[in-house]
C-alpha cells in the first residue's frame, strides 16, 4: 500500500504530540497514532498548531460515552473549545452553526429540521438526485480526459442538490456554490474567508424575505415562517440555513473521492457491487466507517470536571473525541482497518453520535449510493492517473480529503 511521507513526531512527557496527525500510511486509514493511543493512553495530551493543549479520546467506548455526557459541550462560545476548523463564532461573536450550540437552544433548531431530512422524505428526492449525478457524469463526459473529479462531480452534486433542498434559485446556485468552495480552502486569508461567509448571510437574509412573499416546498420557506414564539431573529434563522449549506459540502464530497478511490483500489468488492447493486447501501456505510473522514469534527468542551477512562479532565479543557479511531477500535469492530462490504457496520461513528448526529446522514446516504452506482455503470474503465502516494490531501481540513481526483475512462 502506498504511504503518504513521514508521520508527526511522537511526543514526550514534557511535549506532546502535535494535533491534527497525519494520515501517513494508508490514505484510507486514520493516522496510526491512533491505535498506539487506544492501547496505551486512550485519553492522552496533544498540542494544536497554535500551542495550547487539547485531551484525545480515541476508544469507541470513551468517544461514545462522550458524545452523550452533558457535562460535556459543544459551545462554541466557551472560552478553550479547541476549533482547528475555525472559530465556530461569527464577526458580530454569535455562533455561527447550530451544531456548536448545547440545549436547550440546539434544539430548537434541530426540531425545526429534523422533518426536512427523514428517510421518507428524502426516498422522494432520489430521482432529482439521480438528475443532478447523471447532470454532473455528462459534464464529466465531455470535459477531455483526464477529468478532475473533485472539481466536476464531488463538490458539485452535494451542492447543487443542498441548494435545491434550501430552495436557492437555480439563478444563485454559482454564487453560493464559489462562497462554499472559499471555506473549503485553508490558504486563503482570513479577510476573504470573512467576505465570503458575510456574503452568504446577506444572501440567505435576502432569500428569507423573498420566501415570506413567495412560499416554496423548501427549508428556507420553512425557516422563513418559523413560530414567532421561537423568537430567533432573521439572522439566526440565515445562519441555520448556511450551517446545512456548509455541513453538507465538503463532507460529501470528500466521500464521494475517496471513496471512488477505495472502490478502485479493491476491484474485487467492485465487481461484486456492479453485479448486485443492491449491496450498495451496505457498501457505503463501510466506505463512512472505514474512511471515516471527519476525524476533526467532534471538539468538545468539559463544561464540569470530568472522568474518563480513569483521566480527569478538568472544567474549561478542550477535547476532540476521534469518531476515526473509534470506528477503527478493535474491541468495536473486527479487523477494523480491512475494507469489507459484507461486514455489519452497526454503531460506526462517521455521522458522530449523541444529539448532534448528523442530520443530514440519509441526504448524504443517498447521494454517495446513486454516485457510486452511476459512476461505475456508465463509466466501468474508470482510472485514477496518479498513485496514490502521489495525491494531495487535505490532512487539516475538518474534513480529510484529495485535492484533485484526476481520471480517464
Ligand atoms: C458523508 C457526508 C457527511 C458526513 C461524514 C457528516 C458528518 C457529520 C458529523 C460527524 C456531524 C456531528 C458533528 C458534531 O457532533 O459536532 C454532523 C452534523 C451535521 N451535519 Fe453532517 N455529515 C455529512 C453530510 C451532511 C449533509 C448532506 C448535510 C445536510 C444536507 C449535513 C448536515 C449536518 C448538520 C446540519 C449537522 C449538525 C447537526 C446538529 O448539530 O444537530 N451533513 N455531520
Given at each position: 500500500?502506498?504511504?503518504?511521507?513521514?508521520?508527526?513526531?511522537?511526543?514526550t512527557?514534557?511535549?506532546?504530540?502535535?494535533?491534527?496527525?497525519?494520515?501517513?500510511?494508508?490514505?484510507?486509514?486514520?493516522?496510526?497514532?491512533?491505535?498506539?493511543?487506544?492501547?496505551?493512553?486512550?485519553?492522552?495530551?496533544?498540542?494544536?498548531?497554535?500551542?495550547?493543549?487539547?485531551?484525545?479520546?480515541?476508544?469507541?467506548?470513551?468517544?461514545?460515552?462522550?458524545?452523550?455526557?452533558?457535562?460535556?459541550?459543544?459551545?462554541?462560545?466557551i472560552?478553550?473549545?479547541?476549533?482547528?476548523?475555525?472559530?465556530?463564532?461569527?464577526?458580530?461573536?454569535?455562533?455561527s452553526?447550530?451544531?456548536?450550540?448545547?440545549?436547550?437552544?440546539?434544539?430548537?433548531?434541530?426540531?425545526?429540521?429534523?422533518?426536512?431530512?427523514?428517510?421518507?422524505?428524502?426516498?422522494?428526492?432520489?430521482?432529482?438526485?439521480?438528475?443532478?449525478?447523471?447532470?454532473?457524469?455528462?459534464?464529466?463526459?465531455?470535459?477531455?480526459?483526464?477529468?478532475?473529479?473533485?472539481?466536476?462531480?464531488?463538490?458539485?452534486?452535494?451542492?447543487?442538490?443542498?441548494?435545491?433542498?434550501?430552495?436557492?434559485?437555480?439563478?444563485?446556485h454559482?454564487?453560493?456554490?464559489?462562497?462554499?468552495?472559499?471555506?473549503?480552502?485553508?490558504?486563503?486569508?482570513?479577510?476573504?474567508?470573512r467576505?465570503?461567509?458575510?456574503?452568504m448571510?446577506?444572501?440567505?437574509?435576502?432569500?428569507?424575505?423573498e420566501?415570506?412573499?413567495n412560499?416554496?416546498?423548501?427549508?428556507?420557506?420553512?425557516?422563513?415562517?418559523?413560530?414567532?414564539?421561537?423568537?430567533?431573529?432573521?439572522s439566526?434563522l440565515?445562519?441555520?440555513?448556511?450551517?446545512?449549506?456548509?455541513?453538507s459540502?465538503?463532507?460529501?464530497?470528500?466521500?464521494?473521492?475517496l471513496?471512488?478511490?477505495?472502490?478502485?483500489?479493491?476491484?474485487?468488492?467492485?465487481?461484486?457491487?456492479?453485479a448486485?447493486?443492491?449491496?450498495?447501501?451496505?457498501?457505503?456505510?463501510?466506505?463512512?466507517?472505514?474512511?471515516?473522514?471527519?476525524d476533526?469534527?467532534?471538539p468538545?468542551?468539559?463544561?464540569?470536571?470530568?472522568?474518563?477512562?480513569?483521566?480527569?479532565?478538568?472544567?474549561?479543557?478542550?477535547?476532540?473525541?476521534?469518531?476515526?479511531s473509534?470506528?477503527?477500535d478493535?474491541?468495536?469492530?473486527?479487523?477494523?482497518?480491512?475494507?469489507?462490504?459484507?461486514?455489519?457496520?452497526?454503531?460506526?461513528?462517521?455521522?458522530?453520535?449523541?444529539?448532534?448526529?448528523?442530520?443530514?446522514?440519509?441526504?448524504?446516504?443517498?447521494?454517495?449510493?446513486?454516485?457510486?452506482?452511476?459512476?461505475f455503470?456508465?463509466?466501468?474503465?474508470?482510472?485514477?492517473t496518479?498513485?496514490?502516494?502521489?495525491?494531495?490531501?487535505?490532512?487539516?481540513?475538518?474534513?480529510?480529503?484529495?485535492?484533485?481526483?484526476?481520471?480517464?475512462?
Amino acid at each position: 500500500m502506498a504511504t503518504l511521507g513521514p508521520t508527526v513526531p511522537a511526543g514526550t512527557a514534557d511535549s506532546p504530540p502535535s494535533f491534527p496527525m497525519r494520515r501517513s500510511g494508508c490514505p484510507f486509514n486514520p493516522p496510526p497514532e491512533y491505535e498506539t493511543l487506544r492501547s496505551t493512553e486512550p485519553v492522552s495530551r496533544a498540542m494544536l498548531r497554535d500551542g495550547s493543549t487539547v485531551w484525545l479520546v480515541s476508544r469507541y467506548a470513551d468517544v461514545q460515552a462522550a458524545l452523550t455526557d452533558p457535562r460535556i459541550s459543544s459551545d462554541s462560545t466557551i472560552p478553550g473549545i479547541p476549533l482547528a476548523g475555525g472559530t465556530g463564532v461569527d464577526p458580530q461573536g454569535r455562533r455561527s452553526s447550530f451544531v456548536r450550540m448545547d440545549p436547550p437552544e440546539h434544539d430548537v433548531y434541530r426540531k425545526l429540521l429534523v422533518p426536512d431530512f427523514t428517510m421518507r422524505k428524502i426516498r422522494t428526492l432520489r430521482p432529482r438526485i439521480q438528475r443532478t449525478v447523471d447532470d454532473a457524469l455528462d459534464v464529466m463526459r465531455d470535459s477531455g480526459q483526464p477529468a478532475d473529479l473533485v472539481k466536476l462531480v464531488a463538490l458539485r452534486v452535494p451542492s447543487v442538490l443542498t441548494c435545491e433542498l434550501l430552495g436557492v434559485p437555480e439563478s444563485e446556485h454559482h454564487f453560493f456554490q464559489t462562497r462554499a468552495n472559499v471555506l473549503l480552502e485553508r490558504s486563503v486569508p482570513m479577510n476573504e474567508l470573512r467576505t465570503a461567509v458575510m456574503e452568504m448571510r446577506t444572501h440567505m437574509l435576502a432569500l428569507l424575505d423573498e420566501k415570506r412573499r413567495n412560499p416554496g416546498d423548501d427549508i428556507l420557506t420553512k425557516l422563513a415562517h418559523a413560530p414567532a414564539e421561537l423568537e430567533l431573529a432573521d439572522s439566526e434563522l440565515a445562519g441555520a440555513a448556511q450551517s446545512v449549506l456548509n455541513a453538507s459540502h465538503e463532507s460529501t464530497a470528500s466521500m464521494i473521492a475517496l471513496g471512488t478511490l477505495v472502490l478502485l483500489e479493491h476491484p474485487g468488492a467492485l465487481a461484486e457491487l456492479k453485479a448486485d447493486p443492491a449491496l450498495w447501501p451496505k457498501a457505503v456505510e463501510e466506505l463512512l466507517r472505514y474512511l471515516s473522514v471527519g476525524d476533526l469534527v467532534l471538539p468538545r468542551i468539559a463544561k464540569e470536571d470530568v472522568e474518563i477512562a480513569g483521566q480527569r479532565i478538568a472544567a474549561g479543557e478542550g477535547l476532540y473525541l476521534l469518531a476515526a479511531s473509534a470506528n477503527h477500535d478493535k474491541d468495536f469492530f473486527e479487523d477494523p482497518d480491512t475494507f469489507d462490504i459484507h461486514r455489519s457496520t452497526r454503531g460506526h461513528m462517521a455521522y458522530g453520535y449523541g444529539i448532534h448526529q448528523c442530520i443530514g446522514q440519509n441526504m448524504a446516504n443517498a447521494e454517495l449510493e446513486i454516485v457510486f452506482e452511476t459512476l461505475f455503470r456508465r463509466f466501468p474503465d474508470l482510472r485514477c492517473t496518479v498513485p496514490l502516494d502521489e495525491l494531495s490531501y487535505k490532512h487539516e481540513s475538518a474534513f480529510f480529503g484529495v485535492h484533485e481526483l484526476p481520471v480517464t475512462w
